[in-house]
């Protein structure tokens, strides 16, 4: 019940962007040249809507307390009043018949049934592990959920402990669940709607493919390998911003779509504003990957008689001032955010993304020289002494050779496992050649190959650095890149997986043309013609389906699902929340909670849910109280109202003591406990 009417606020929500993206596409480009009901420039109205909308929120909410009536009615009311205006212009009538409704549904389905499928498996796939426990996964998410509920009950954000990174994220999920005051379907709101933003990934997949295959069977495939990514399929799993990163940035790549009369530099600037705005860490990335690539696009290379020239394309002019209008209206979209942060938390936090991108290596430079002398004597030490001296026998060493089956084991792991190898495969194959494929996708090939290339690429460097050049001054970058290396995997899995479908079917007419040249099936060449074609037809739906299949399941027992706390205790948190959501605290009250040792450092736990401005957490171990005066003098010195704790901490006459002056309210069957005082 409460995932249907997760699916419907999600939905509710999508629509209103939806049409308000459209709103300013119809402002953009009022000759409307291009298919508005297309599906993949439908995709880029949502992208733009949720971008606009998240910069809209940030302002509105430095005025005005954030809630249903400032943040999403104006939204809806503008919808409104398109929506009829449109109408009435084009006296828009609706009358379908029984027989037409079934055939356009008939339709609708042949053209959509790899989509289709694929969310089903999908939900299967995620719900698999979601459901596997009370718990949200891992701990990252907690502080999202408390973040959310924060500026849902209190209308501001809490940027005590909010830092620096960007909200955007807050505002849309706060957005979606701002006329929701039950506090389970909120948590269950953070439970699963990771799957709402796998969905929206597998359309915009889904789009994308149909470009490049005319076969259903084969954008099945494309999707079925998506869902195959061993980290992918984990992070969705998990309420956190950079899925909505994730899956605009899918939605990005549906501009590669759009034609040349659109003011495409307009509509990328904001989408990758708004990308900025849920994380900064994903807007730098694919900023730097967009930006290197059209760089390298601009360059045309020509060998001739064993000479090689490199010259800029015709129109390098005009390509360099779109570059510098798209990065102005990025800076334009993301400054108010900078602005009104540095506002709040009193300092300038410019500065602080400024040390963070360059991590801070001019300052070590200036403070000591020294390690500027061991980067040289490292390069020295590399390319000399190993290379030339050593004949590489140092290099070939029992660690090198480990760090090399790393770096190849890192790819595998977190991916498709060997499957991987299809990828790398792909790189060296011309899809253009043998697709027949438009410039539009001829480019967002060559991207994502791109992406591939550069991503591994990044890697090897950085690791070769990190085992020959010990030097403190990139220890700061290497351990960065280490830390955040595997959100590649996240950010362009579904990339990848249409490179894999596309090298994978080039494989298959490879074999079949070679079989053919065989003549193996020696019969009448009609009746030979009619049967191979069959057969082979049969062969490549089977090979398709089947290896599709087998990475899809094979994910099941590879996706790690970290679940740090016991049922018993999340729901009792869950319905201490719930109290005090029912009955907020009117003055400052405090509560005693029990400290739970935990079998790994957690920065964030299940106590975080517990976010209300008039409450008061005191979180201490139990085990410090050696009798019940002790605990009587500690509760009555720190005026404690209320008291979350486990009953078995205590003997029979602790608990028989403390039952006279607190009041259970609640106690599941993990003896968790909440009371009260009896005033």
């Known amino acids: 019940m409460y995932l249907l009417i997760i699916i419907l606020l999600s939905v509710f929500y999508l629509i209103i962007f939806t049409i308000f993206g459209y709103i300013i596409f119809f402002l953009l480009d009022k000759k409307r040249t291009y298919n508005q009901t297309k599906l993949s420039n439908i995709l880029i109205y949502l992208a733009v809507g949720i971008s606009v909308h998240i910069f809209f929120s940030i302002i509105l909410n430095y005025f005005l307390p954030f809630n249903f009536i400032s943040i999403y009615l104006p939204f ?402 290497i351990n960065f890149f280490s830390r955040f290396f595997k959100r590649f995997f996240e950010l362009f899995a579904g990339l990848w997986a249409l490179i894999f479908s596309l090298t994978f079917i080039f494989l298959l007419r490879f074999f079949r043309k070679t079989v053919k040249k065989l003549k193996i099936i020696k019969i009448n060449f009609q009746i030979r013609k009619k049967i191979s074609k069959k057969i082979t037809r049969i062969i490549s739906i089977s090979l398709i389906v089947s290896t599709s299949l087998f990475l899809y399941f094979n994910n099941f027992k590879r996706v790690q699902y970290f679940q740090y706390f016991q049922d018993s205790h999340t729901d009792a948190i869950l319905f201490t929340c719930n109290h005090f959501n029912e009955n907020p605290p009117l003055s400052d009250t405090i509560i005693l909670i029990e400290k739970v040792n935990y079998k790994y450092y957690l920065w964030y736990t299940n106590y975080d849910l517990l976010n209300y401005p008039k409450l008061n957490k005191i979180i201490i171990n139990f085990y410090i109280f050696s009798d019940y005066k002790g605990f009587r003098s500690f509760y009555k010195d720190t005026n404690i109202e209320y008291l979350f704790f486990n009953i078995n901490s205590f003997n029979n006459d602790f608990n028989n003591e403390l039952l006279t002056e607190f009041e259970i309210i609640y106690k599941n069957q993990g003896n968790w406990t909440f009371a009260k005082k009896i005033i």
């Open 76 to 477: 809806i009311i503008i919808d409104f009043t398109f929506v009829i205006y449109i109408l009435k212009k084009k006296n828009f009538t609706l009358s379908m018949s029984k027989d037409h409704l079934k055939t356009n549904l008939k339709k609708f389905f042949l053209d959509y049934w790899p989509l289709i499928i694929s969310i089903i498996m999908m939900f299967i796939l995620q719900n698999y592990f979601i459901s596997r426990s009370l718990s949200l996964a891992s701990n990252d998410p907690y502080i999202w959920s408390k973040e959310i509920w924060y500026l849902h009950e209190n209308g501001f954000l809490d940027y005590n402990s909010y830092d620096t990174f960007p909200n955007g994220y807050v505002y849309f999920c706060c957005t979606i669940v701002s006329f929701v005051d039950d506090y389970y379907l909120f948590y269950y709101f953070c439970k699963y709607f990771p799957l709402i933003l796998m969905s929206i990934n597998l359309i915009s997949l889904h789009c994308i493919s149909k470009s490049f295959f005319k076969k259903n069977i084969n954008i099945f495939m494309t999707l079925v390998i998506y869902l195959s990514f061993n980290y992918s399929a984990y992070r969705y799993t998990l309420l956190v911003p950079s899925t909505l990163a994730t899956t605009l940035v899918y939605l990005f790549l549906c501009s590669f779509e759009l034609k040349k009369s659109i003011k495409k530099v307009e509509i990328r600037g904001i989408i990758i504003g708004g990308l900025l705005l849920c994380h900064q860490l994903y807007g730098l990335y694919i900023l730097f990957f967009f930006f290197l690539y059209e760089l390298l696009s601009s360059f045309k290379i020509e060998i001739k008689a064993n000479k090689m020239r490199i010259k800029k394309i015709p129109n390098w002019k005009k390509f360099y001032l779109e570059e510098f209008y798209l990065f102005l209206i990025i800076i334009l979209f993301v400054y108010p955010f900078i602005l009104i942060t540095s506002f709040r938390l009193k300092f300038n936090i410019f500065e602080y993304y400024s040390a963070f991108i360059v991590l801070k290596i001019p300052n070590f430079l200036l403070d000591n020289l020294i390690m500027t002398v061991d980067i040289v004597k490292g390069f020295y030490d590399l390319f000399i002494n190993r290379m030339f001296y050593s004949n590489f026998i140092q290099i070939s060493s029992p660690n090198f050779e480990k760090g090399i089956l790393s770096i190849f084991t890192r790819f595998t792991d977190e991916t498709l496992g060997i499957s991987i190898l299809v990828v790398v495969l792909g790189l060296y194959i011309p899809f253009k050649k043998h697709y027949n494929l438009k410039q539009k996708q001829i480019n967002l090939a060559n991207f994502i190959k791109f992406t591939f290339f550069l991503t591994f690429l990044c890697y090897v460097i950085l690791y070769i650095i990190d085992i020959f050049f010990c030097s403190t001054i990139l220890s700061t970058g």
